[in-house]
């Protein structure tokens, strides 16, 4: 049985005693979706010495097809890191070391000016402010 019906009509839902019913309910027409399609079978007795199922996929354990996946992935890591820290300067320790007091100095004076230059700035506001009054 196929049925079109509107969103709220469920009246073709309800079970009926005595009767062993699947009902399959998908939103019609498509993109569209303001019905409901309503496809109902009731059950057929399987007889075993007619049906046989067989299965036609090859079966693969995932202990020996992880690996397959994982290495691949992981060299295309090790090569993307190994592009990337190469990119960077090479400097040796004793540079870095030369060097580390040299920056630290350079960027705190930055913000000690910067955050001056903003106290000023408040300052001349708040005087401003006052000599209107």
């Known amino acids: 049985q196929i049925r079109v019906v509107e969103p709220n009509d469920v009246s073709d839902l309800y079970i009926e005693p005595g009767m062993d019913y699947c009902t399959l309910v ?7 979706n303001t019905q409901r399609l309503l496809i109902r079978g009731h059950r057929v007795e399987n007889d075993p010495d007619v049906i046989s199922v067989v299965a ?3 079966l693969l354990e995932p202990v020996y097809t992880a690996p397959f996946i994982a290495i691949p ?10 592009v990337v820290t190469g990119r960077q300067a090479r400097y040796s320790p004793e540079e870095l070391d030369a060097q580390l007091p ?32």
């Open 26 to 32: 998908t939103c019609t027409p498509y993109g569209i």
């Open 56 to 58: 036609d996929a090859l």
């Open 73 to 82: 992935m992981l060299a295309i890591l090790l090569v993307v890191l190994m």
């Open 102 to 133: 040299a920056r630290l100095i350079k960027g705190v004076k930055g913000k000690v000016r910067s955050a001056v230059k903003k106290y000023m700035s408040f300052l001349e506001r708040i005087d401003n402010g006052s000599k209107k009054q």
